[in-house]
DNA sequence: GCCAACGTTGGC
DNA sequence: GCCAACGTTGGC
């Protein structure tokens, strides 16, 4: 199984929305990096939720529901995104300040590529991310 | 609101 | 195919 984290403005789709929801489609991507990866995904995967530029944080944990198809709202047909369900929220939001303080995680992805909206979480960023988050 | 990083577009 | 111009993302 593999991890990964997603981002969203909370002002366009929030954590709370998607719990509301259930599933969704996770739409809008339009980046090729960001696409690969989520041509990676699997069901089944798990991936952070993070809110970024208002919050600044990890606030829960998705799965994976469905692998990437076709996304509806590209019309050139090119992008796909992958089917998302809220899991669990974490106990305490993990802030993009503590991992950027943490020599654990300061190596991520996410603070590496600060642009790319679909990163990959490796096994012992995610373990000790979940222990930040008091899970 | 500013700016750095980076992706995309279009002229050549 | 190169590169300058421009647009977007996202942290601060």
């Known amino acids: 199984m593999a991890y990964w984290l997603i981002k969203s403005e909370p002002?366009?789709?929030?954590?709370d929305q998607q719990v509301k929801k259930g599933i969704t489609g996770w739409d809008g991507v339009r980046n090729h990096q960001a696409a690969n990866n989520?041509?990676?995904?699997?069901?089944?995967?798990?991936?952070?939720f993070y809110h970024s530029?208002?919050?600044?944080?990890?606030?829960?944990?998705?799965?994976i529901v469905k692998t990437a198809h076709p996304d509806p709202s590209d019309?050139?047909?090119?992008?796909?995104?992958?089917?998302?369900?809220a899991d669990k929220p974490l106990k305490k939001a993990v802030t993009l300040a503590q991992i950027k303080a943490d020599p654990k995680l300061a190596s991520m992805a996410l603070i590496?590529?600060?642009?790319?909206?679909?990163?990959?979480?490796?096994d012992a960023e995610w373990a000790h991310i979940c222990k930040l988050g008091g899970l």
């Open 38 to 48: 989520m041509k990676s995904m699997k069901v089944g995967d798990q991936a952070f």
């Open 75 to 85: 019309e050139t047909g090119k992008f796909v995104m992958v089917d998302v369900k």
């Open 11 to 15: 002002d366009v789709w929030s954590w």
């Open 53 to 63: 530029n208002e919050g600044r944080e990890i606030v829960g944990i998705a799965t």
């Open 112 to 122: 590496r590529q600060s642009r790319l909206s679909v990163c990959a979480v490796s």
